[in-house]
């Protein structure tokens, strides 16, 4: 609240001084030489898009299983997102489905560090780079997670982030883009303020738009940067403690979250993948009823009206579309509590008991 107070009172409310710190502190964080603050992290992947020149006839390759947010700036840029299967157990990208799919018209790969596990980076940007593609990572729900003890943002041509409201450092809305190439970064701080070079008034060289964080958010946004660590461990407190209480229940629920031996995950959400897409029904209501809210595991976005409408299939990515079709998560808010993991477990456990899979 005090900081937020002395925004208000500092003469700075939309782009400032607030912004320049928050935008530090990413680029220290992802030890990349810049960072570019934006209004929303859709807006931080249509920026760097729009740098990266990425227009029609192009085809960017990413995944299906994620926030839609992650492919629809590849469609506002005029371009096709070219979705490739993930790996059944980080539901991530798989570095072999991307190279079947790369033809003379990719552009680029967009991988998602999704439910802040990271992508097993390094597979991904060899096949990247042997195809001479820029790798945009979105990092949207992996603020803070570790590849190999580096946190990831940093290993791509360009790393975008969220900083919604849900997101493992928020700034209400907001969005920044790290990366080490100073004339990327340079397009994309004019990019997002209508193309304007900095400090050339209604000089534009960039095709742009509004895309500018305010000082308001980013003043919330440095608080929040300044306390990522401990929301980082009290995520991952709430995993440990909910997959040691869960692990009777095989019969019910296959996979709980884990991490692979080179990440440091920040757990954006705790999901689970049920035995089949019945069981996920059954533990779904049961929690509804309880009163604990849950969510799919995103969109299968090929699945969604407008990707059905340009003429994607589902089951081009069958891997995705079983984890879709089984997966739930619930909240891992650092601010859960004990009652709110004993609530899930109990659900949970009545249910595999009722249905005689505990
Ligand atoms: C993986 C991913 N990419 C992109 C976004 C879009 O971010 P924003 O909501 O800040 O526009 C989100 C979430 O909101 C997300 O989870």
């Known amino acids: 609240m005090e900081a937020v107070h002395q925004v208000m009172t500092s003469g700075w409310i939309t782009q400032g001084p607030k912004v320049r710190e928050l935008e530090a502190g990413f680029a220290r964080l992802c030890g990349t030489r810049h960072a570019v603050a934006t209004n929303t992290g859709t807006a931080a992947l249509q920026v760097a898009l729009l740098a990266l020149g990425i ?5 960017v390759i990413t995944t299906p299983l994620s926030c839609i ?37 990719t552009k680029a790969v967009l991988p998602v560090h999704l439910f802040g596990h990271p992508v097993d980076l390094d597979p991904l940007l060899h096949v990247a780079s042997q195809h001479a593609l820029p790798v ?41 883009v790290v990366t080490a190439d100073t004339d990327l970064a340079d397009r994309m701080m004019a990019i997002r303020n209508f193309g304007q070079l900095p400090g050339q008034h209604f000089l534009h060289a ?25 929301y980082i461990e009290r995520r991952r407190l709430n995993v440990a403690a909910l997959n040691a209480a869960l692990s009777e229940l095989g ?6 979250p884990s991490e692979r031996p080179y990440a440091r995950a920040v757990y954006f959400g705790y999901h689970m993948l049920f035995r089949t897409a019945s069981l996920r029904q059954r533990a779904e209501a049961a929690l509804h009823a309880a009163g604990v809210e849950t969510r799919p595991f995103f969109s299968l976005i090929t699945d969604q ?17 079983d984890l879709a079709s089984r997966g739930l998560y619930v909240s891992n808010s650092p601010d859960l509590t004990a009652e709110d993991r004993t609530l899930v477990v109990e659900t949970l456990t009545g249910v595999a008991r009722t249905l005689g899979v505990a």
Not at 69 to 74: K, L, V
Not at 206 to 215: A, E, T, V
Not at 251 to 256: A, N, P
């Open 305 to 321: 009206a407008p990707y059905l409408a340009l003429g994607f299939d589902p089951a081009e990515t069958p891997v995705a579309a």
């Open 55 to 59: 227009g029609p006839g192009d085809e």
């Open 251 to 256: 019969g019910l629920i296959q996979q709980v």
């Open 206 to 230: 960039y095709l742009g738009g509004n895309y500018k964080m305010m000082d308001l958010s980013a003043t919330i946004g440095c608080v929040q940067l300044g306390k990522i660590d401990a």
């Open 136 to 176: 945009i990572e979105d990092a949207s729900q992996a603020t803070g997670a570790l590849y190999k003890g580096r946190r990831v943002g940093g290993f791509g041509r360009v790393g975008c982030f969220s900083l919604y409201a849900n997101k493992i450092v928020t700034s209400g809305e907001g969005g920044v």
């Open 69 to 105: 947010a992650s492919a629809n700036p590849i469609c506002f840029q005029g371009a096709r997102p070219v979705f490739a299967d993930v790996d059944p157990e980080t539901y991530n990208l798989d570095a072999r489905e991307v190279e079947k799919r790369i033809t003379p018209r």
